[in-house]
């Protein structure tokens, strides 16, 4: 296996395929699991001086993952095996392309005011770079962790990360174990996590809406969505649109420019700083402790995700499951009709079908960046002459909508990586979080500064 491969792409021998009929059963329990999500809508609860909002996002999440965690205890119309669990991995990642389009979208229809936020959105990214390892990398060596800190702590693991550690250092490597660990603790964690978390802030208004907008723009599509849907739900409905137009902006600096910045200066400045803080945080580790390394040994070829890339069917059947999600949730929680829901999603996987033609044509084409810049100029209001139609049929579809499929389907790959998961050890968990809230909190800190 080529170590620079994401863990997106091996297909564990011992999970068989899922048959059509498995396929069909998943579809329906993933719009069921939005259904009542929606149904449940949103809850808050108190919190010292601020307050908690969980979105019906999170009661999805919840409830996939419990699904797939009981699955051998469940009726089979409602059994989601390791199998489908893999294939809804693989769904995600398909499914999330849709959800760059409305963001894209969003982007160009408001671009005038992402243009507003000026240098505050180039030098946020700063904050997103630095931030991981200036929380994450103290606490990890505090803790007894060795050079799995580095990799854990240099950005959040997002696939682009596990490509730069592979490169450089080996997935079989200390540092490769650690952003393996990172990079499972955000798939199983780190939505609830960084939403939770971002709701609490939001909640303290002590930073102005479009700093913390900023900061949820950390690289990953289902993070962003996940802190920008209880940020947004504290705000006044005509700031929604700017708020969603400028995390996209910095969720699409962060996929691009970000990869540059962990790159030439997160990656190298945390290998210099665990080279001088390892000798004197290190010797406080409390004896008797099992190393990470050892905790974690043969953890980056166990902890495979079952799932490979999508053929053309599987593509369309998560181009399908998006679609009825969105349209659920559009029609429970913001009475959109369902054929208005229906007409803008067709227009969203249109746009997602002409860059996978171009894919398939141009395999070196990067998918989500090229995506995101056609989708971009396309919600620019009369750029095309078709440009205001596209945003009069997408413009019902509420940003919310998108994320609760986004994360049902989530759920399900957190099952299946749940076991593995435990392999990691309790230290590496708390340490990918604190890297998680430091990415989120430097760049809001950075971005409040201009505002």
């Known amino acids: 296996m080529n170590p620079a491969m994401p863990p997106s792409t091996a ?11 498995g396929k069909l059963r998943l579809v329906v329990v993933i719009l069921a699991v ?6 449940i809508g949103a809850a808050q609860f108190k919190l010292g001086p601020g307050k908690v909002v969980l979105l019906p996002m999170l009661w999805a999440l919840l409830i996939a993952a419990g699904l797939g965690i009981a699955q051998a205890r469940l009726p089979r119309m409602l059994r989601v095996d390791r199998g489908l669990q893999g294939l809804a991995s693989g769904l995600l990642n398909a499914g999330l392309l849709l959800f760059v389009v409305k963001l894209g979208l969003t982007v160009g229809a408001a671009l005038p005011m992402v243009r507003q936020a000026g240098w505050a959105l180039f030098f946020q990214e700063f904050g997103h770079a630095f931030g991981t390892l200036v929380l994450g990398l103290p606490l990890a060596l505090l803790l007894g962790i060795k050079r799995e800190a580095v990799g854990a702590t240099f950005s959040v693991g997002r696939e682009g990360n596990l490509v730069i550690i592979g490169e450089k250092y080996g997935m079989a490597s200390p540092e490769g174990r650690g952003v393996l660990a990172e990079y499972i603790t955000g798939t199983v964690l780190g939505a609830l996590f960084i939403a939770v978390l971002a709701g609490f802030i939001a909640s303290l208004h002590i930073f102005d809406p479009r700093s913390l907008a900023m900061g949820a723009g950390v690289g990953s599509g289902s993070l962003m969505a996940a802190a920008l849907g209880a940020i947004t739900a504290q705000q006044p409905a005509d700031l929604v ?5 400028i995390a996209a902006a910095s969720n699409l600096l962060t996929s691009v420019v970000g990869f540059y910045f962990t790159l030439f200066l997160s990656l190298p400045a945390c290998s210099w700083l665990y080279g001088r803080l390892e000798p004197l945080l290190g010797r406080v580790t409390v ?3 099992r190393p990470a390394a050892e905790a974690q040994a043969g953890a980056a070829q166990a902890a495979m995700p ?4 999508l053929g053309l069917r599987d593509t369309a059947l998560a181009w399908v499951v998006m679609t009825g999600g969105v349209t659920v949730g559009n029609l429970l ?5 369902m054929l208005t829901s229906l007409e803008g999603m067709l227009v969203v996987v249109l746009i997602v079908a002409v860059v996978e033609a171009l894919k398939r044509v141009m395999p070196r084409l990067p998918m989500v960046l090229a995506l995101s810049v056609l989708a971009t100029a396309i919600g620019v209001p009369g750029l095309f002459p078709f440009s205001d139609t596209v945003l009069a049929l997408t413009g019902k579809l509420n940003f919310l909508a998108f994320t609760t499929p986004v994360l049902a389907m989530a759920g399900f790959s957190v099952a299946k990586d749940l076991p593995l998961f435990r392999q990691l050890g309790w ?3 708390v340490v990918s979080l604190m890297a998680t809230a430091g990415t989120f909190l430097g760049a809001t800190l950075i971005a409040e500064f201009f505002h």
């Open 241 to 245: 649109p700017q708020l969603t137009a």
């Open 333 to 337: 929680s913001y009475k959109v009709p």
């Open 34 to 39: 939005v259904a009542a999500a929606e149904w």
């Open 287 to 289: 004896r008797g402790r």
């Open 427 to 429: 230290r590496i968990v």
């Open 306 to 309: 079952a799932h490979g890339a």
């Open 11 to 21: 297909i564990p021998a011992a999970i068989s395929m899922p048959t059509a009929s």
